[in-house]
């Protein structure tokens, strides 16, 4: 029998494609119109929310033509969360008015192509290279990116048929399908996930661009490749959009999505432009804290295609790098100062002030943070009430960057929401939490007072407020605003500064936190 190639698997994925019942929707209530975006919107920033580099990946796409109005696409580590998904979307009353017209299951994979030592000797793989098979089996969905979608089969004929092929046979014809697509590289990314057993074809393939001629381009270069002209079978194709949840009334009235605000920075619904308080004034702010392979085994395009040796994932900080704060947390921590990675944890943190009634402010932050409660990656949200002055902070903390520019997006819509001081300085807050045992609060307030008349007279300092947890007033945040990196560090290097986080170190109940919001 031919050799088939070893696999392993990575996520699941659903492609989920839905029309709109156009009559049903222009008869409908406003009432119930206003209620199913609602919903609908919400269950699918919830999907984005929830959405991280260990729980998955969701996207929403407009879909050009007659074979369906939406795609939802969702990667998750297993079928039962693909499955919960799906049925979740059933009982929101945008489900209502839709019908689903087909959908694909699949689940990506890395096959023995790869490399035979990831196998056989997984110890001895180039670290490159496992990193980029695990972009392979935990793909990303590129923001604000064109979509095409087709199933694939190759061709089991009497003339050719690819199974009957040797192992080398095929793994010769995959690297030259790999090589057309190397021509491609920056410009297309492919997701392949395995169907067989799962759906009718053998792989789902998706294609993301900024521009749609690039994906026919490349599909027809494809064609006229052995691996394909001879070998290779398809289902029907789809061509369409991402855009945000926020834009899901925009795209049911007829607009063209993405809208230009959600549009703005070429992302696909991050909160702070589903909020819409992205350079409108309001004051969010974030704390942020694979090795070119030979042809993907018996996929139809090869591992090559969306970039060919030279473009792995560590090569261009595919993981997202941090730049100039990656600088400042290390000189914050020369100084012992924990900026973003406290007790060797990595959190991410997004603050807003409000000049709302503090009462009104905590109702609904309350019920905010039932929702985020649901999410592994949610370490706490807290509303704290300024001292000296008039506005209140929400502060959300959370485990990965992408939630927490996700609960921007909810927070942003909080009543209330102002600038906070020193937003046009180009710079930020450097956010400290304390917790202070319950005998040493006094003291800690009257010190910090004593340290906010040393800051009055510092050069570059904006405000800096004591605020309390409304809830635990021995849980404080200090948020420190100031004009220029420098001149903070000019503070944070300080004797003074110094001298008050030995006093801290026999108050608090805690270590300290500190982390970065520029």
Not at 127 to 147: A, N, S
Not at 460 to 482: P, R, Y
Request: charged letters at 30%.
């Amino acid at each position: 029998m031919v050799e088939a190639p070893q696999t392993e698997e990575g996520w699941f994925a659903l492609h989920d494609f839905r029309s709109i019942d156009w009559d049903a929707w222009r008869d409908a209530p406003e009432s119930e119109r206003e209620r199913a975006i609602e919903e609908g919107e919400a269950f699918l920033q919830h999907r984005e929310l929830v959405a991280d580099a260990e729980e998955g990946e969701s996207g929403l796409f407009s879909v050009v033509g007659h074979k369906a109005d939406l795609l939802f696409v969702h990667f998750r580590p297993t079928l039962d969360d693909v499955s919960s998904i799906e049925r979740r979307f059933e009982d929101t009353a945008l489900a209502e008015f839709t019908e689903r017209t087909t959908s694909y299951v699949s689940v990506t994979e890395v096959s023995g192509y790869v490399s035979d030592e990831y196998f056989t000797e997984p110890e001895s793989v180039d670290e490159g290279l496992k990193r980029y098979i695990e972009g392979k089996m935990r793909p990303e969905i590129p923001d604000d990116e064109y979509v095409c979608f087709y199933p694939m089969s190759k061709r089991r004929g009497e003339e050719y048929n690819w199974y009957d092929l040797s192992f080398e046979d095929r793994a010769d014809l995959m690297a030259g399908h790999g090589e057309v697509g190397k021509e491609y590289a920056g410009k297309i990314k492919q997701v392949i996930a395995s169907s067989v057993g799962l759906d009718d074809h053998e792989w789902g393939v998706t294609l993301f661009g900024s521009d749609p001629t690039d994906i026919k381009d490349i599909v027809y270069e494809m064609r006229f490749d052995p691996a394909s002209s001879r070998y290779g079978e398809f289902g029907e194709f789809y061509i369409g959009r991402r855009f945000p949840p926020a834009d899901l009334g925009a795209y049911l009235a007829g607009e063209t999505v993405p809208t230009p605000d959600g549009d703005a920075d070429g992302a696909h619904g991050h909160a702070h432009e589903e909020g819409g308080h992205h350079g409108d004034g309001h004051g969010g702010e974030h704390a942020h804290g694979g090795a070119g392979g030979s042809a993907h085994g018996d996929h139809p395009h090869g591992e090559s295609e969306a970039g060919g040796e030279g473009d792995h994932p560590h090569d261009d900080d595919e993981a997202g790098g941090e730049g100039d704060d990656d600088d400042i947390r290390g000189e914050l921590a020369d100084l012992d100062i924990y900026a973003g990675k406290p007790h060797g944890e990595d959190v991410y943190a997004t603050v807003l002030y409000s000049e709302a009634d503090e009462d009104e402010l905590f109702d609904e932050v309350e019920g905010l943070r039932g929702n985020f409660d649901h999410y592994g990656t949610h370490v706490k949200t807290a509303v704290y009430e300024g001292r000296v002055t008039d506005r209140a902070a929400v502060v959300s903390i959370w485990e990965t960057a992408s939630a927490a520019e996700t609960a921007a997006g909810f927070l942003s819509e909080l009543p209330g929401i102002v600038a906070r001081a020193g937003e046009e300085s180009g710079f930020g807050t450097m956010g400290m939490f304390y917790t202070v045992k319950p005998e040493h609060q006094g003291d800690f307030t009257d010190t910090f007072d004593d340290v906010g008349d040393v800051l009055a007279e510092m050069d570059g300092h904006v405000e800096t407020d004591l605020m309390m947890n409304v809830e635990d007033e021995n849980d404080m945040f200090i948020a420190s605003q100031w004009q220029a990196k420098e001149d903070a560090m000019g503070f944070f290097g300080s004797d003074e500064f110094r001298e008050t986080v030995q006093w801290g170190r026999e108050v608090l109940a805690d270590r300290p936190r500190h982390v970065f919001l520029a």
